[in-house]
């Protein structure tokens, strides 16, 4: 069974600080992993992805993440937030050595950045 | 990236009736799915839409109550059966392209009363 987990309900930030969204994933193989975001009244716009090779993944927007094997997590970051990157974030993550062709999210993490 | 639309965007409808929503997509894809999302809720897959064959379902959801079309490549729909209030929430229509990412529709918003 492949699972993702979101341990923060929310995170609050200030403006011009760094930023660091919690994932922590669970699959019997190799993950394939994902960031999605989520503004108000918006679809989910992808963000990221791990498949393989460099464990520092860049995305849209200026985030980042980092694929970490022993500590099974893949946590998103931005080293300047705005307020701008208020939203709901989700990770996501597949398995594809067990057949299961489509994403298992997590249970989201809603980002505040203060002015 | 495919662009993917759905119709309707929301409905508001009656308990005991069905609603069937439509996806479109603007390029062949293999991998087509269906999810639910509560608002501010994480994203349940529902189903994965099979061309040419019956959709397969997760645990918990079955094909009477959500029955799925796949008539080609570009198009599928799912129609939520019988509705009751506990229906209400946002259904999502995906697709996987080639190099592994997963897009999202914008969504159908659906109120049921």
């Known amino acids: 069974a492949q699972s993702v987990a979101q341990p923060e309900d929310q995170v609050n930030v200030a403006e011009g600080n760094p930023l660091t969204v919690k994932c922590t994933y669970s699959?019997?193989?190799?993950?394939?992993l994902f960031w999605y975001v989520q503004y108000p009244n918006r679809g989910l716009q992808f963000l990221l992805k791990?498949?393989?090779?460099?464990?520092l993944v860049k995305g849209s927007y200026g985030f980042e993440a980092e694929f970490n094997k022993s500590q099974t997590s893949f946590h998103l970051k931005k080293p300047s937030a705005l307020v701008s990157d208020s939203a709901l974030y989700f990770c996501?993550?597949?398995?594809?050595?067990?057949?299961?062709?489509?994403?298992?999210f997590g249970s989201g993490t809603r980002l505040q950045v203060q002015p | 990236s495919a662009v993917i639309s759905q119709k309707p965007s929301r409905d508001i409808c009656q308990r005991g009736t069905s609603l069937t929503i439509q996806c479109q997509v603007d390029?062949?894809?293999?991998?087509m799915f269906w999810y639910r999302q509560q608002p501010g809720q994480s994203l349940t897959l529902i189903a994965t839409?099979?061309?040419?064959?019956?959709?397969?379902?997760e645990s918990g959801f079955v094909i009477d109550k959500f029955p799925i079309s796949r008539p080609n490549l570009t198009f599928s729909t799912l129609t939520v059966s019988n509705m009751s209030p506990e229906d209400s929430s946002i259904y999502l229509c995906?697709?996987?392209?080639?190099?592994?990412?997963?897009?999202f529709g914008p969504g159908t918003r659906l109120t049921v009363l």
């Open positions: 390029s062949q894809v293999t991998m």
């Open positions: 839409a099979n061309q040419g064959s019956e959709a397969t379902y």
């Open positions: 995906s697709v996987r392209s080639g190099s592994d990412e997963q897009f």
């Open positions: 791990y498949i393989t090779g460099d464990n």
């Open positions: 699959v019997s193989g190799n993950p394939y």
């Open positions: 996501a993550v597949r398995d594809p050595n067990t057949g299961r062709r489509a994403l298992t």
